[in-house]
């Protein structure tokens, strides 16, 4: 269970834990904005619940590894891989019971020799939506979430 893994670590120095509220979306979704894509990013993100980002500079591959057997396991289904020189990075998604084409929860691990990341995104989304939002977030990491509606 990856609220286990996290509790796990949490309190240690080397390791940081950030977590979003459905609470704090909803207060970002209410900003008004004239710009259509700003628009979209606003509708997306009311949908979601929490956001939980991860992150460790210290045992990146030994974190990497344990978040990975977590989550290879059902109800998490692997989404897409990606290998570079620098970095491996997963997506793992758990489906909307019923919905096969929503998504109730998106895990990003993200793992190499200098740091470890991980973003578990919760709520009602598509990967498209998730593409949409990749590109206004300023996260180490979310970067490699753009490509999710290229597939």
Partial sequence: EIENFIAKYKDQDDFTSIF????MFSMIS???SDDEETDEILDI????????????DSNPLK????AKSIVSNKPYELLMEVDDSEDDVF???KDKPGKRDSID???MLVGGKDNFVMLSFQGSMSLNSIGKLASGL????????ENLDKN
Wanted: net charge negative; proline share 0%.
């Fill in 30 to 32: 209410s900003i008004e």
């Fill in 63 to 66: 974190l990497f590894n344990e």
């Fill in 105 to 107: 929860e998106l895990i």
């Fill in 138 to 145: 300023d996260i180490d990491g979310a970067e490699h979430l």
């Fill in 45 to 56: 993100i009311d949908d979601l619940h929490g956001l939980k980002i991860v992150t460790s």
């Fill in 91 to 93: 997506f793992y998604v």
């Fill in 20 to 23: 979003i509220s459905s609470k």
